[in-house]
């Protein structure tokens, strides 16, 4: 469960800086998410979502996890 939570926490977490500020993390360009996975993720919770997100992009299940994002 808590595992559930953190996924849906990631998804509806917004992007809080550059290009894509304000974006949350689950409508990422795949491109920028899989630059973050070659130069690294950065720290903390921000990193440990961002590998979480690359993870639900590189096995394409953003469709199924789509309902999960909070109207924003």
């Known amino acids: 469960m808590q595992n559930q939570q953190a996924l ?16 949350p993390l689950l409508l990422l360009p795949e491109p920028y998410v899989v630059w973050f ?10 990193g440990q979502q961002l590998a979480m997100i690359y993870e639900v992009k590189l096995n394409g299940l953003e469709k199924l996890l789509m309902p999960l994002l909070h109207k924003h």
Do not use: E
């Open 8 to 23: 849906v926490d990631a998804i509806n977490t917004k992007m809080p800086f550059g290009k894509y500020a304000g974006t």
């Open 37 to 46: 996975k070659q130069k690294g993720f950065p720290q903390g919770k921000l």
